[in-house]
């Protein structure tokens, strides 16, 4: 099993950043693909940006091209997702994701397997 715990959301004005971090333990996850989901108030989960087991392919949203970024460290059993630009648009429950069926990047939540408890972000206008 594979426990994955979200850390770094909060309350930014927009133009703001924020850096979200995705502990995992149980399991070494440096060979799984990783993903950010969230999910606003009223809409559907949707896909923010994925990374492969070796961070050579990297895959984001067209929301957030441009003004977010996905890294890892295997080493450390982490991902982060750094926001910068934020808008308003941006406010929801951030989720991250590991997947023991794929390496590659994934787009798709029924890829993963694993799931955080979720951490919050709010851009305030």
């Known amino acids: 099993q594979v426990q994955l715990v979200e850390s770094g959301g909060g309350l930014v004005q927009a133009g703001g950043s924020l850096r979200l971090s995705c502990a995992a333990s149980?399991?070494?996850?440096?060979?799984?693909?990783m993903g950010w989901f969230r999910q606003a108030p009223g809409k559907e989960r949707e896909f923010v940006s994925t990374?492969?087991?070796?961070?050579?392919?990297?895959v984001y949203a067209d929301s957030v091209k441009g003004r977010f970024t996905i890294s890892r460290d295997n080493a450390k059993n982490t991902m982060y997702l750094q926001m910068n630009s934020l808008t308003p648009e941006d406010t929801a429950i951030y989720y991250c994701?590991?997947?023991?069926?794929?390496?590659?990047?994934?787009?798709?939540?029924?890829?993963?397997?694993?799931w955080g408890q979720g951490t919050q972000v709010t851009v305030s206008s």
């Open positions: 149980g399991r070494t996850i440096s060979n799984y693909a």
């Open positions: 990374i492969g087991w070796h961070a050579g392919t990297t």
């Open positions: 994701a590991a997947s023991d069926r794929y390496s590659s990047a994934r787009t798709y939540s029924n890829d993963y397997r694993y």
